[in-house]
Each structure stands twice: as structure tokens, then as C-alpha cells.
């Protein structure tokens, strides 16, 4: 803020931070997406940082310059973060067959899921096809995967009321 020579322009593809360690609660339907997503300029409005959403789809170290498909950005100093992606640890078709959480957009693909297993048991009465429908299963047991397990518990209380299905039927 107190030095004017130095500029700051912050590229990210979306323009707000998600909280990632929060994702959890949206997939659970427990919170609106609205409250896992900081928007940039809420938390650098009042400094000098530029805000550009963009995606950078290639670096040139030579010329110091990021390229999108409809931009390019020169550097002096370049902070590059370039985030992870999730870890299936060679385990055969967990990833083929999976939903992942690593963005609002896999909370809410999670969540749209969800109801929508739970709307289709309601309707089924093949007991096998019905229990297929409300069998939930989360591969991985860090942070992530144990919030969800609690989220979908408490969500499947308030799905089983609405879609009056016996609690006993659903396994997580």
C-alpha cells in the first residue's frame, strides 16, 4: 500500500478465492456456495493489486511474459502458484468412478448428486436397486473425506425426512 513503484497484478481463472477447507459443508448441503468463495476484490480492494481473471496457458522465462488465449501479461518477479489436484494412490477405479473435491464445482457436483440419488430411491422399489441408490462410499480418510462422511450423515437425516425414506436404508 505504501509503495506506489511496485505493481502487483493477480491472474486467477475465477474472480474470488474459494475456501477449499470448506467445500465439505456446500457438498453437504450444510452452506450456499457464496460463503466458500472470498471475492479478490473484497480482500485487496483498497490496495493497488490489479485483479485479472484469466487463465495462463503458457510461460515464456525468456521474455517474461504469461500468454493466455486472448492476452499477454510481461513480469519482472513472477509468484506462481500452481495449486495440486487430488490423489487417487493407485487405487483401481477409484478415480474412473469417483466424484472428487477440489472445487466448488465438484461440492455442488456432489451435492446435485446426492439429492438426486435420494429423489431416485424414493421412486424405486426394487430393494437391491434402492439400496445401490442410497449406498454412499468415500474413498480417503484425511481432513476432506472425514468432513464429508459428517456432512453426508447429517444430510442424509434431512433427505431421508424429505423424501420419506427409512434412515436404516442409507450407508455412508
Not at 17 to 44: C, D, Y
Not at 110 to 134: G, M, N, T, W
Not at 156 to 171: F, P, Q, S
Request: proline fraction near 3%.
Amino acid at each position: 500500500r505504501k509503495r506506489n513503484e511496485i505493481d502487483i497484478i493477480l491472474i486467477d481463472r475465477n474472480p474470488y478465492h474459494t475456501l477449499m477447507t470448506e467445500l465439505h459443508e456446500v457438498a453437504g448441503s450444510r452452506t450456499e456456495p457464496e460463503a466458500v468463495q472470498i471475492s479478490f476484490q473484497r480482500i485487496f480492494g483498497g490496495s493497488a493489486v490489479q485483479l485479472v481473471t484469466d487463465t495462463i496457458e503458457s510461460i515464456d522465462f525468456e521474455s517474461k511474459t504469461l500468454r493466455s488465449t486472448s492476452s499477454s501479461y510481461p513480469y519482472d518477479y513472477l509468484v506462481l502458484g500452481t495449486g495440486g489436484k487430488p490423489d487417487f494412490f493407485g487405487l483401481p477405479g477409484i478415480q474412473e468412478h469417483s466424484f472428487t473435491l477440489w472445487s466448488l464445482e465438484d461440492a455442488l457436483r456432489i451435492r446435485a448428486h446426492v439429492e438426486e440419488q435420494f429423489r431416485r430411491a424414493a421412486k424405486e422399489r426394487d430393494p437391491l436397486a434402492r439400496k445401490k441408490l442410497l449406498s454412499f462410499v468415500i474413498a480417503g480418510a484425511g481432513f476432506t473425506g472425514i468432513e464429508l462422511v459428517g456432512e453426508l450423515v447429517e444430510q442424509a437425516d434431512v433427505l431421508c425426512r424429505a423424501y420419506h425414506i427409512h434412515r436404516d436404508e442409507v450407508r455412508i
